[in-house]
């Protein structure tokens, strides 16, 4: 059953995703049953709209959830983060919203944020592309598939002079999944490839970033992209929590040279205390980002651009800090953090996975040093 509350989830799907981890990343998915769990309590409804069935919880209270889940396991908080586009229920008209929860079943996504093409058609669009990494596309039900608009063979300019990008929601037989997902790190996340070639989309199952939200509500009032953008740094911020967790578990009972246990060593007091207030400052830093976005929607104020860069910015920084901080913890482990009976091992292989997404990229940091020198930031959907 669905929960009410939906900073309850972690708690409620502790016990079921910390027995199916270790299956997850063998198959390089996640299992069928731990996928119906998540959908019938409800963690992928997060951003959707109230008269959808959905939590339309704010976005600080969405940013916690995948930090806690991340804590339990990367590549189901991974999952849960990149289906939660229910909020696609706020910005398509009453006719899309009605094809996509049609009471058949409460609908699951998953996306790609490289783009794809969509040339105009009547009535719609032909979409054609090649997506990469596609978490959680094994059980979804839709794709929301972002494309750039096409006229006479290239990119069609908004007013703003920007290329047109739009949201195409495509149903699962439209499109086909390729097996690619052969790698360390996140195994569990299914992350595979997809495949659309010239499939119909109609005009009523896209959607556009440059327009006011259908539902004009304090979530969606706020800059759309921003309730994507951040979960995955907070779900990072959740794995390196569980690394220094492990690492502090492993360092009472490891024995030194010396005779000793890691614990009593000052150098990983040092280390311990350090990742953990760097750790918790990035996190605080995220929150506030997030927080400004939350205050805007409510009062019912437009994003400011510097409020977006605060936003990229304290993402960055997350990812740097969760990347020393998973380095720290895994060298205090020494050959100890090799094996795969020791957590550490998984988290940091996962952690660092994570860490590769482009929303984790360093170059975003001088796209905010772009904006705050009163330039663009040549960074779309930023």
């Known amino acids: 059953m669905i929960t009410a509350d939906p900073s309850e989830l972690p708690v409620l799907l502790e016990r079921s995703v910390r027995a199916a981890a270790r299956k997850a990343d063998s198959m390089a998915d996640l299992p069928d049953d731990l996928f119906r769990e998540l959908r019938d309590a409800g963690a992928f409804r997060l951003?959707?709209?109230?008269e959808l069935g959905g939590h339309e919880a704010p976005l600080t209270t969405v940013l916690d959830v995948y930090e806690r889940l991340g804590r339990l396991d990367a590549s189901v908080a991974w999952v849960?983060?990149?289906?939660?586009w229910g909020f696609l229920g706020a910005l398509l008209d009453e006719r899309g919203t009605a094809l996509i929860w049609n009471g058949e079943k409460d609908p699951v996504f998953a996306n790609s944020g490289s783009p794809g093409v969509a040339v105009p058609t009547e009535g719609g669009y032909r979409v054609t592309g090649h997506w990469k990494i596609v978490s959680g596309i094994?059980?979804?039900d839709w794709f929301a598939a972002v494309a750039v608009v096409m006229e006479g063979g290239a990119p069609r300019e908004t007013a703003s002079g920007v290329p047109d990008v739009r949201l195409f929601a495509l149903a699962r037989e439209q499109l086909s999944i390729r097996q690619t997902w052969d790698v360390t790190g996140m195994r569990g996340s299914g992350s595979n490839d997809v495949v659309v070639d010239d499939a119909f989309v109609p005009e009523e199952l896209v959607a556009r970033f440059d327009r006011p939200a259908r539902l004009q509500r304090p979530l969606y009032r706020t800059f759309v992209p921003a309730l994507v953008l951040p979960g995955c740094s907070a779900v990072v911020l959740g794995v390196a929590q569980a690394a220094i967790d492990e690492t502090v578990a492993l360092a009472t009972v490891k024995k030194t040279v010396n005779g000793g246990v890691l614990a009593d060593a000052p150098r990983t007091r040092s280390a311990?205390?350090?990742a953990q207030a760097e750790l918790?400052?990035?996190g605080l830093l995220l929150r506030s980002a997030a927080g400004a976005l939350e205050v805007a929607g409510e009062a019912g104020r437009e994003v400011t651009m510097d409020?977006?860069?605060?936003l990229r910015a304290a993402m960055s920084h997350a990812a740097d800090v969760c990347r020393r901080v998973l380095v720290s913890m895994y060298e205090l482990g020494g050959s100890t953090s090799l094996y795969r009976r020791n957590h550490v091992e998984r988290?940091?292989?996962?952690g660092m996975a994570a860490l590769q997404h482009a929303n984790h990229s360093a170059d975003l940091f001088e796209a905010v040093g772009r904006v705050r020198f009163g330039r663009e930031p040549g960074v779309p959907l930023f």
Do not use: S
């Open 47 to 50: 951003l959707t709209p109230r």
């Open 80 to 84: 849960v983060w990149n289906a939660n």
């Open 138 to 140: 094994g059980g979804a």
């Open 272 to 274: 311990v205390a350090r």
């Open 280 to 282: 918790r400052a990035a």
């Open 307 to 310: 409020q977006r860069a605060d």
């Open 347 to 350: 988290i940091f292989r996962d």
